[in-house]
């Protein structure tokens, strides 16, 4: 079965530091991969998305980026921190469309991220 | 676009009792998909049911159930013989058939089952 590690689990981080969130996938090929946010108390909201290598969607604009230098690593990256970055970061993976049940969305520990 | 809105913030229950929590949403899309996501205390967000909208039968999982009315476009979730470990974070969510997975989430509802 699917496995996605996320690091680190939580992060301080001054405002205008950077950033660099990593995800793994394990036991899949080829899948989707997101990247969520959710603020306290609130929904997710979905930052990027990536259906192959080198390949990155953005969903909303900010002062993030995206990577996804292989095929099952994901990377959320910052070059200087905003205090509206703080959050609590999902990463997500999917089946690709080619393997079938590719609505289903599985879902890492995320990482907890204070700017201060 | 999609919105997904869940109009009960806050929601509590007794033990081995029932409850349903309401999700509704908009679209003008025909073939699309539902799911419930539970996120407990630990933050994992963990996928309860699902539901394919061409599908009249409603998603059935154990304890977990769903009253779909495509028509209403309403999607709301029943839980019976609640227990102190549904205690969690809901978030109803939707996702066109064509969309490669993009989720669009509700806002969530805070589920407390009381002993």
């Known amino acids: 079965s699917q496995t996605i590690h996320q690091w680190p689990a939580t992060l301080v981080q001054p405002v205008g530091s950077p950033l660099s969130l990593e995800c793994t996938v394990e036991?899949?090929?080829?899948?989707?991969l997101y990247w969520y946010r959710q603020a306290a108390g609130r929904g997710l909201q979905l930052l990027f998305y990536s259906v192959g290598i080198g390949q990155i969607s953005s969903e909303v604009p900010q002062n993030l980026s995206a990577s996804r230098p292989q095929d099952r690593q994901f990377i959320l990256s910052s070059k200087k921190l905003l205090l509206s970055d703080s959050g609590f970061y999902l990463c997500?993976?999917?089946?690709?469309?080619?393997?079938?049940?590719?609505?289903?969305?599985?879902f890492g520990p995320g990482t907890r991220l204070t700017v201060l | 676009a999609q919105t997904v809105t869940q109009s009960q913030p806050e929601m509590s229950v007794q033990e081995a009792e029932t409850v349903t929590l309401s999700c509704t949403y908009d679209t003008s899309e025909n073939n699309y998909y539902l799911f419930w996501y539970k996120q407990p205390p630990s933050r994992q967000m963990i996928l309860v049911i699902r539901q394919e909208a061409y599908k009249q039968q409603n998603a059935t999982e154990n304890r977990f159930s769903v009253n779909f009315q495509k028509a209403a476009k309403s999607f709301s979730l029943k839980i019976s013989d609640s227990q102190l470990g549904d205690t969690a974070m809901y978030f109803c969510a939707f996702m066109k058939q064509t969309s490669g997975s993009r989720l669009t989430f509700g806002e969530g509802t805070q589920l407390t089952v009381n002993p």
């Open positions: 997500a993976q999917s089946p690709s469309l080619f393997s079938g049940r590719a609505e289903e969305q599985f």
């Open positions: 036991g899949t090929s080829n899948p989707n």
